[in-house]
């Protein structure tokens, strides 16, 4: 049956019945992933914000036990009635995906999103779980994207992502400011046509950024200047300690907007500036508990946190427990 995602789960060893989710649904729908509770939780949720525009997200909690692995989820398979725009973003670990349809595999992370324009989709995503992770996307059928945005434009997104040619699949940089809206567009504190109209409103947004972004020419390129920068921000962020300097500042001292400094940072470490330094200080974090007596009130105040709390639950949110069981 056409529209209907269908779901091999391939966690667990009983293997559980296969899932099917309607892509046309007027209510928001939620599946949890069948994972081991020794390894973790998961679930899918998904939203047709309007008739051939839909909005998903997908969550992956990992415990300590499941760090280091690459799991493979499920297997996905679904075909439509016509070709199908999708984009789909990452936060905080790597997705690979196993693809049938072209056959290809293809690894994502942060700044690094995947794209597809197909008729149909066979594939086993894989995630890496060491960290948690968020994954958010947003499907449209070419139809609907010719009418949203117009056929010109729609023209130049398949064009600058090399997907002209159907099945196509691709990963291409974009910064984290033009997947924002996509990463929003599901709001947990609206519901019913409120909820539909706000991710409609992020769906526009984020084409609006997309196009923006795609139809400059130094899309997706370091200018010369911006490569020689970033790499002397990351030795000076690597050096640096206690409280992390604002982006407005670092701007100020290299003499270019923050939007354009965080955008070449970005591009050459797959990361924002703030999520570079926050995460890299973490993993400092962890290696100074195991191997030295350092109070973790000094710690945090060495690594720029306002007060031992705010550490403790970023350690938390980043390893999967907190930074005292390390020396127990």
Same mark, same amino acid.
């Given at each position: 049956?056409?529209?209907?995602?269908?779901?091999?789960?391939?966690?667990?060893?009983?293997?559980?019945?296969?899932?099917?989710?309607?892509?046309?649904?007027?209510?928001?729908?939620?599946?949890?992933?069948?994972?081991?509770?020794?390894?973790?939780?998961?679930?899918?949720?998904?939203?047709?914000?309007?008739?051939?525009?839909?909005?998903?997200?997908?969550?992956?909690?990992?415990?300590?036990?499941?760090?280091?692995?690459?799991?493979?989820?499920?297997?996905?398979?679904?075909?439509?009635?016509?070709?199908?725009?999708?984009?789909?973003?990452?936060?905080?670990?790597?997705?690979?995906?196993?693809?049938?349809?072209?056959?290809?595999?293809?690894?994502?992370?942060?700044?690094?999103?995947?794209?597809?324009?197909?008729?149909?989709?066979?594939?086993?995503?894989?995630?890496?779980?060491?960290?948690?992770?968020?994954?958010?996307?947003?499907?449209?059928?070419?139809?609907?994207?010719?009418?949203?945005?117009?056929?010109?434009?729609?023209?130049?997104?398949?064009?600058?992502?090399?997907?002209?040619?159907?099945?196509?699949?691709?990963?291409?940089?974009?910064?984290?400011?033009? *997947?924002?809206?996509?990463?929003?567009?599901?709001?947990?504190?609206?519901?019913?046509?409120?909820?539909?109209?706000?991710?409609?409103?992020?769906?526009?947004?984020?084409?609006?950024?997309?196009?923006?972004?795609?139809?400059?020419?130094?899309?997706?390129?370091?200018? *010369?200047?911006?490569?020689?920068?970033?790499?002397?921000?990351?030795?000076?962020?690597?050096?640096?300690?206690?409280?992390?300097?604002?982006?407005?500042?670092?701007?100020?001292?290299?003499?270019?907007?923050?939007?354009?400094?965080?955008?070449?940072?970005?591009?050459?470490?797959?990361?924002?500036? !703030?999520?570079?330094?926050?995460?890299?200080?973490?993993?400092?974090?962890?290696?100074?508990?195991?191997?030295?007596?350092?109070?973790?009130?000094?710690? *945090?105040?060495?690594?720029?946190?306002?007060?031992?709390?705010?550490?403790?639950?970023?350690?938390?949110?980043? !390893?999967?427990?907190?930074?005292?069981?390390?020396?127990?």
């Amino acid at each position: 049956m056409k529209n209907i995602l269908k779901i091999n789960w391939l966690l667990e060893q009983d293997k559980p019945d296969p899932s099917e989710v309607a892509l046309s649904h007027p209510q928001l729908q939620h599946i949890d992933y069948p994972i081991p509770k020794e390894l973790g939780s998961a679930y899918y949720e998904q939203l047709e914000v309007t008739a051939g525009c839909t909005v998903f997200k997908a969550e992956h909690l990992f415990t300590k036990k499941a760090s280091g692995q690459l799991f493979p989820l499920g297997h996905f398979k679904n075909e439509f009635t016509e070709e199908l725009f999708i984009t789909q973003t990452i936060q905080g670990s790597i997705c690979c995906h196993r693809e049938s349809v072209p056959k290809v595999e293809l690894i994502y992370q942060h700044g690094s999103d995947f794209f597809r324009y197909a008729k149909e989709l066979d594939l086993t995503p894989l995630v890496e779980a060491s960290s948690n992770s968020v994954m958010c996307g947003m499907s449209i059928t070419r139809g609907k994207l010719n009418k949203l945005i117009g056929k010109q434009s729609a023209n130049l997104i398949l064009k600058k992502l090399d997907l002209q040619k159907p099945p196509a699949v691709r990963v291409a940089t974009i910064p984290s400011y033009v *997947s924002r809206p996509i990463r929003e567009s599901l709001s947990t504190s609206l519901t019913g046509e409120l909820q539909k109209l706000y991710a409609q409103s992020k769906v526009l947004e984020y084409f609006c950024e997309l196009i923006n972004y795609l139809d400059t020419p130094e899309a997706g390129q370091h200018t *010369s200047k911006g490569k020689e920068v970033v790499h002397d921000l990351k030795k000076m962020l690597l050096e640096s300690e206690g409280k992390i300097p604002t982006l407005e500042k670092l701007a100020s001292k290299y003499g270019i907007s923050s939007k354009k400094l965080n955008d070449e940072f970005q591009l050459e470490f797959g990361q924002s500036i !703030f999520t570079f330094i926050t995460q890299h200080r973490l993993d400092q974090a962890y290696e100074a508990l195991r191997s030295t007596d350092i109070p973790m009130k000094s710690l *945090s105040a060495k690594l720029g946190y306002s007060h031992v709390n705010n550490f403790i639950a970023a350690f938390t949110k980043k !390893f999967g427990h907190a930074p005292g069981m390390l020396r127990k």
